[in-house]
């Protein structure tokens, strides 16, 4: 019986076995693989359930029963196919691959297969054994067996195995745009912030020095990185660094280094900073600011009251009216018990007093505390001098400076200061009209107005002996 007949004999009944297995050996004798594919073409009419299917044994027994190595893995190969593409049997498809020893009538289609049949099964280590054996598989480079698991993985959910696979391209070709781009998105989906890290500084490397943009860009997120993922506050402090290596005075990177520094309470480091930041800037209230903040911490933080006066005397030598500053420095002088600098910071102060009656107020409180505790006499001199300009008769100006002209061995000054405190007397001081006698013959070496004195004397008191 020709195989046409056998085929009209089936058709009549597709449920006899018999006739079905007589028409595949009967083609399978012949090698018409036209025939078989005839038959391969029509399963799905004849086939409801391929795994209870009676017909789908015959063709898979007559695949291994084959002597004829080229038909048997054609037999194997289309059995395969069928069990995949008609009826969803992949594993039993898988099977049929399987037994393929030689070349695969269509190879991209075996490796379709494998691809989705082992994708679906996660199971990568397989797939990539397939892909790269040049036997049973396609024998494909495995550099880019890697970038084809990588991209399966990542669609179908393994983010993980995904950056596995990307890191091997990587590490082969580091500038590969593609793994650059799947590592950048993969790390923090799996949480790989070192891994992140190290991948932003590789692309920084790769910046040139002149494209800052660029490299402020890749700075900013390796510190966010730090920061809010890894925590790590010393290196976010070693990557503002890092800034300042390449953008020195960069006052965003200086800001950001005060706060972490302020929030690690380490101090020194701090008002390292600030001193950095002052450079830094020509804005005058700008470096006021600057200089003030580094003296409270100078005063609050260190009890470092001379490193705290360098700052608010800076202050000062920028805006001499500063009322803080002077406050702050006058404090902190009368703390240290060093009056002549504490005289010359109130001077200051009273200098911008505006009300006349309390600046001489003010004045005269002052010069009483230099006369007593100032060494240099020409503190209180000057000051009671500025009393004398206000209230030339004032008592305890004169006093004062009598006493301090003479400590200064001033003479000119005593006299002065005494002439004028015996002009201001109701009556005649015979003492004083003596003493400036005196001063004008012997330390003066003034004979003329020695004499006049002693006449003074000598009107007074008539029968003064030595006038």
Same mark, same amino acid.
């Given at each position: 019986?020709?195989?046409?007949?056998?085929?009209?004999?089936?058709?009549?009944?597709?449920?006899?076995?018999?006739a079905f297995d007589a028409l595949v050996r009967a083609l399978?004798?012949?090698?018409?693989?036209?025939?078989?594919? =005839?038959?391969?073409?029509?399963?799905?009419?004849?086939?409801?359930?391929?795994?209870?299917? &009676?017909?789908?044994?015959?063709?898979?027994?007559?695949?291994r029963g084959c002597e004829d190595g080229a038909l048997a893995d054609w037999l194997h190969y289309r059995n395969g196919v069928s069990l995949w593409r008609h009826f969803s049997?992949?594993?039993?498809a898988e099977s049929c691959f399987r037994k393929i020893e030689g070349q695969a009538p269509e190879p991209?289609?075996?490796?379709?297969?494998?691809?989705?049949?082992?994708?679906?099964?996660k199971n990568w280590r397989r797939l990539e054994q397939f892909l790269t054996d040049s036997e049973r598989g396609p024998g494909e480079? &495995?550099?880019?067996?890697?970038?084809?698991?990588?991209?399966?993985?990542?669609?179908?959910?393994? &983010?993980?195995?995904?950056?596995?696979?990307?890191?091997?391209v990587h590490q082969e070709e580091p500038q590969d745009r593609d793994a650059n781009e799947a590592l950048g998105r993969l790390y923090p989906k799996v949480g790989k912030w070192h891994s992140m890290v190290d991948l932003l500084k590789e692309r920084l490397a790769r910046v040139p020095d002149e494209d800052e943009t660029a490299r402020f860009a890749l700075f900013d997120e390796i510190i966010r990185i730090y920061k809010d993922e890894l925590r790590a506050p010393s290196k976010v402090i070693s990557a503002w660094q890092s800034?300042?290596?390449?953008?020195?005075?960069?006052?965003?990177?200086?800001?950001?280094?005060?706060a972490e520094y302020e929030e690690m309470n380490r101090w020194p480091d701090a008002v390292r900073v600030l001193k950095l930041t002052i450079d830094t800037t020509d804005d005058v209230s700008e470096k006021i600011a600057l200089h003030r903040r580094i003296a409270t911490l100078m005063l609050d933080t260190f009890s470092n009251a001379a490193e705290a006066i360098v700052h608010l005397e800076a202050?000062?030598?920028?805006?001499?009216?500063?009322?803080?500053?002077?406050?702050?420095?006058?404090?902190?002088?009368?703390?240290?018990r060093d009056w002549f600098r504490f005289a010359t910071v109130r001077e200051r102060e009273i200098d911008q007093m505006a009300d006349p009656g309390a600046r001489h =107020?003010?004045?005269?409180?002052?010069?009483?505390?230099?006369t007593d505790r100032v060494r240099q006499l020409e503190v209180p001199i000057r000051l009671w001098r500025q009393v004398l300009e206000a209230d030339g008769d004032h008592p305890e100006a004169l006093e004062a400076l009598e006493d301090l002209y003479e400590r200064a061995k001033s003479y000119g000054e005593l006299v002065t200061i005494l002439e004028r405190r015996f002009d201001a007397a109701a009556e005649v001081d015979p003492a004083l009209a003596e003493r400036l006698a005196l001063l004008y013959a012997s330390k003066l070496d003034d004979s003329d107005q020695a004499e006049r004195w002693w006449r003074v004397l000598l009107e007074a008191t008539p029968d003064h002996r030595k006038a």
């Open positions: 019986m020709s195989t046409s007949e056998l085929f009209d004999t089936f058709e009549a009944n597709p449920k006899d076995v018999r399978i004798d012949a090698d018409d693989r036209e025939g078989l594919e =005839a038959i391969y073409d029509h399963l799905p009419e004849w086939i409801e359930d391929a795994a209870s299917s &009676p017909l789908m044994r015959v063709l898979m027994q007559k695949a049997e992949s594993q039993r991209e289609l075996v490796r379709e297969f494998y691809v989705g049949f082992y994708t679906a099964q480079e &495995p550099l880019a067996v890697k970038r084809t698991l990588g991209r399966l993985a990542d669609e179908h959910g393994q &983010p993980e195995r995904a950056v596995t696979f990307w890191q091997a800034v300042l290596e390449f953008a020195p005075g960069n006052r965003r990177a200086l800001d950001a280094l005060l202050i000062l030598s920028l805006d001499p009216s500063d009322p803080q500053a002077n406050a702050t420095l006058r404090e902190t002088y009368e703390t240290r =107020a003010a004045v005269i409180e002052l010069a009483s505390l230099a």
